[in-house]
């Protein structure tokens, strides 16, 4: 039987809300927290807990959906594979280093792939009440109202974000203060908030031109990348190909030519291991 996505939409717009309380409320202490791959890539009992909340809630109105989530993730090789079944990508909290420090500039990020597309993209930052959403082929929203992209394509006029990432990784600091230096001298202005998904929803916006990081993973970039596009942009892979979404490297741009002329400064690097 065919799958109601306007329901899927109200039932984790509905969740978010909920979740959302959990971030909300406790912005306003420090958190404590745990180590994962290194020293700043952290978790909170705050994503452990909004992830179950998320999750419980869709699988008592969808039992037979399946997840990827930040939280949920093993590790293990395959154990993030993509099917054709409904799957909800999550990030419980995109920015868990902005959390923990309560710098309000951290996000639940949800979206809902079938057959591999995603139908549905949820970026929620409850601290500041900034709620982006999208449904494939119905535009992008910003608290309810419709957004576009900049129009922007000149890349001397561009306001660029990106990330130092999560990682200490010698090879990859290199390449990430390489690419730096030499997009300071070509952007209008370059910034870096600490949230990939809100990095990318403020492209959606026309607040930020465009967006690149190496490193990301799937489920802080599958909603906001339908966000961006549903409001007329582009999200590519850095090197000027096809975006994929295991592949842990974005670029996403008001215009394809700011796009190409971002990726041609760029020097690429290539983050393993994959998602998937
Ligand atoms: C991270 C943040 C960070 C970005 C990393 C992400 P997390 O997500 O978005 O800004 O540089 O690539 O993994 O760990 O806070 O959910």
Redesign the pocket.
Known sequence: DSLDLGKCFEVINNLVTEAGQLIACNNETRQEFELKSGDI?LVTQTDKDVEKLLMNGITKHFPDHKFIG?EESSGEAGANKLTDCPTWII?P?????NFVHAFPHSCISVGLKVNKVTEIGIVYNPILEQRFTARRGQGAFYNGKRIQVSGQKDIKKALVTS?F??TRDVEKMKVVNENFAKMAKEVHALRVL????LNMAMVALGAADANY?F???AW?VCAADLIVREAGGVVIDPAGGEFDIMSRRVLAAATPELAMAISKVLTQYNPMPRDD
């Open positions: 890539d930040e990030d909290v995109d920015g868990t280093m990330e990432g999560t600490g949230s990939a998904a990081e490193g990301i993973h802080d």
